[in-house]
């Protein structure tokens, strides 16, 4: 007994997370069972993961928050990837710093990312970096029309990229988007799948079934678990694609490929350094969650692989929230709400539905679908 006479506590792990958003909030709600604590650095007050433990408010970027997360946590981990890469820097110095800073830094630029899926012979559209009016010819020479133009930074959520048609309409696109652009082959894809993947501090690596994706207005709005028709094959090469990744970068944690699956080929189009809206759907459609891998690997516990509990989707509640007692009252709905303030084009939270088979899923998401407005 110490000496203040009361037991033992258990040997917990003091996560830090930078951000405090939906992603912080879930990862906390699953790291929280296997006893450990979480810190958020949070500039915004009053943030979805506020409730799961301490915030510290404070850019991502203020030399205070930084001390304090290095002082008080036994690693660092983000839910976002565009983290100043300096911060990354500094908390990788002191502490572990998972996934390592070099994946936050490759993902927050399309051309670093799109170079390295070229190294590592993963297949993309073709893509040429587009800068200057001067660029234009040679960029488009490259991708044809139509073409995608994109900023390489900070774009998310289908913002900061248009969709040029013409040579006139790629030029229009240079005013609008600013400098610091790349341009991309339109693929004219079947659909959107992705790949999460886990890397453990031990090098060892696990898979989720490929996700098939529906966006709109370039926002998720509908995953479907497992990829409905996705061939073993298809699984083993989106798995091989994201472990070139993961080894490439000495990966630990969660990390999602985005995919277009076109004429049965898989193209990566981006990924993510972190938890991904198009693993959502693991919290109750999988036996351990990619939040609770995301944190067993960053903690140095075993991964578990994961195992499907049946088929599932995932619906996101964006702008407007619904009727929690009708969505909880759909068979096989699992409401998960962020705690976040209404506003258009917010994600707000999202709806998983498990089912026996895909025919009670796929009900299951029309009647969520039409109560949380995601079919208008
Ligand atoms: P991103 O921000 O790169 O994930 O793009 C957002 C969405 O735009 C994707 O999910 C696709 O639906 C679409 N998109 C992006 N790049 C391309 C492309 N090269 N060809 C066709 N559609 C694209």
């Given at each position: 007994m110490p000496q203040d006479g009361l037991p033992a506590r258990s040997a917990y792990v003091r996560v830090a997370v930078l951000g405090g958003g939906q992603l912080a909030r879930m990862l906390a709600l699953e790291g929280i069972p296997l006893g450990h604590r979480f810190t958020f650095l949070e500039?915004?007050?009053?943030?979805?993961?506020?409730?799961?433990g301490t915030v510290i408010e404070a850019p991502y970027d203020d030399a205070d928050g930084l001390a304090r997360i290095a002082a008080g946590a036994d690693v660092v981990t983000y839910e976002f990837e565009n983290v100043p890469a300096g911060s990354a820097d500094y908390l990788a110095a002191r502490l572990p710093a998972l996934p390592p800073p070099i994946a936050l830094a490759t993902a927050q630029d399309r051309l670093a990312e799109k170079r390295m899926f070229g190294e590592l012979g993963i297949p993309t559209a073709p893509f040429h970096p587009f800068d200057t009016p001067a660029d234009l010819d040679a960029a488009l020479e490259a991708t044809g029309l139509p073409a995608v133009i994109k900023t390489r930074r900070f774009g998310y959520d289908g913002k900061g990229q248009v969709v040029a048609r013409s040579r006139a309409g790629a030029e229009a696109a240079l005013g609008s988007l600013g400098s610091g652009l790349i341009a991309e082959s339109f693929v004219d894809f079947q659909r959107e799948l992705s790949i999460l993947a886990v890397g453990g501090r031990d090098g060892s690596r696990v898979y989720y079934p490929l996700t098939e994706n529906h966006h709109r207005d370039g926002i998720l709005r509908l995953s479907l678990?497992?990829?409905?028709?996705?061939s073993p094959a298809l699984q083993a090469e989106a798995e091989r694609l994201a472990d070139r990744v993961m080894t490439r970068l000495d990966y630990v944690g969660v990390l999602a490929v985005e995919l277009f699956e076109a004429d049965g080929r898989l193209l990566a189009n981006e990924m993510a350094p972190r938890v991904h809206?198009?693993?959502?759907w693991t919290l109750d459609g999988?036996?351990?969650?990619q939040f609770e891998n995301h944190i067993r690997a960053v903690t140095a516990l075993p991964l578990a692989t994961p195992r499907m509990t049946g088929p599932a989707a995932m619906v996101n509640i964006i702008g407007t929230l619904p009727d929690p007692a009708a969505v909880t009252a759909v068979r096989g709905a699992h409401l998960h709400l962020y705690d976040k303030a209404p506003r258009p084009?917010?994600?707000?939270g999202h709806v998983n539905v498990t089912g026996r088979d895909a025919a009670e899923v796929g009900e299951g998401v029309e009647k969520v679908r039409a109560l949380t407005g995601a079919t208008r």
């Open positions: 500039p915004s007050p009053d943030p979805p993961a506020g409730a799961l678990a497992p990829a409905p028709g996705a809206n198009s693993g959502h999988a036996h351990v969650s084009g917010r994600k707000l």
